[in-house]
């Protein structure tokens, strides 16, 4: 039988235009890497909140699902997007959404790993990374933010007033993310990469663009955090001192990689609370 005979009698099994794209719906609950769930695991409820799952469309005509919070009623928000962990938009990014809603934002968290791969189902870390996270190109990842900049501001949100935070792997974009667009006002980067290996997919690093970034930064770093040493941290600091006099790192000596992520063992209480409240305080001050 001819292949064009074989794609005739099996249109629904991969069809072409989903070959590059295997996420289409958030995952439920938390991803399985993460698993046990740790005992202190916060859970923010929805009262006074719309949340819940919205798709997105992208520049490259691709609909991209996406957790969406805000506080209930008309009007325009100020907009955070939320931008997950190596394990997706699972239990843990919607909460911190719905956490932001609270305060009063629209926090939108956009499913980033969505053309490579569902990492919510995969067990191992490193295969995460190497199946599905080193295969996301961060040109790709800016495009699908401007985006969800886009359809938040068709959808009771702002472009003027506009945050972005992210979280260990979404702590590195935060910073590329405030080098790359002109109208956000503030940017909140935890535990993420400062420098490492660059590749095609990752070119620069977030100290290459400190000479750049068009929105203040505010970091949150653990001293004991094994992945981000001190002295990388403090390359950081010296490069923002030179050019930017608004832009600030924190770090917390006790805390390790993943502080502020209740749900796993690396969860620092006081030390997340703390940089919680800087990050809000950061956000108004800046008009957000």
Not at 72 to 79: L, V
Not at 155 to 179: E, H, K, P, Q
Not at 207 to 227: C, E, H, N, Q
């Amino acid at each position: 039988m001819a292949t064009s005979d074989l794609k005739s009698l099996l249109p629904d099994v991969l069809p072409e235009n989903r070959r590059e794209f295997l996420v289409s719906k958030l995952a439920v609950g938390f991803a399985l890497a993460v698993h046990p769930i740790a005992a202190q695991t916060i859970t923010t409820d929805t009262k006074g909140l719309l949340a819940g799952e919205v798709q997105i469309p992208m520049a490259d005509g691709k609909i991209v699902p996406a957790y969406r919070a805000r506080p209930n009623g008309s009007g325009r928000f100020a907009t955070v997007l939320v931008v997950q962990e190596i394990f997706g938009v699972h239990e843990h990014i919607k909460d911190l959404c719905r956490r932001l809603a609270k305060s009063g934002y629209m926090a939108v968290a956009t499913e980033m790993f969505a053309r490579q791969g569902d990492v919510s189902k995969i067990e191992n870390v490193q295969e995460i990374i190497d199946k599905v996270v080193s295969k996301v190109p961060d040109s790709q990842v800016m495009s699908d933010l401007d985006s969800t900049v886009a359809w938040a501001a068709k959808n009771s949100g702002s472009s003027d007033r506009l945050a972005i935070t992210g979280f260990c792997w979404g702590g590195r974009i935060v910073w590329l993310y405030a080098a790359h667009n002109p109208k956000l006002v503030a940017g909140a980067a935890w535990y993420g990469r400062l420098e490492g290996d660059k590749n095609a997919m990752t070119p620069r690093n977030p100290i290459d663009y400190a000479a750049v970034l068009k929105a203040p930064v505010i970091g949150f770093y653990g001293g004991k955090d094994t992945g981000i040493p001190l002295e990388s941290i403090e390359r950081m600091r010296g490069a923002l001192k030179v050019v930017d006099d608004f832009s600030e790192i924190n770090v917390y000596p006790d805390a390790q990689h993943g502080f502020n992520a209740d749900y796993r063992p690396s969860y620092k209480q006081d030390d997340a609370q703390d940089a919680w409240k800087k990050m809000l305080a950061w956000f108004k001050r800046a008009g957000v």
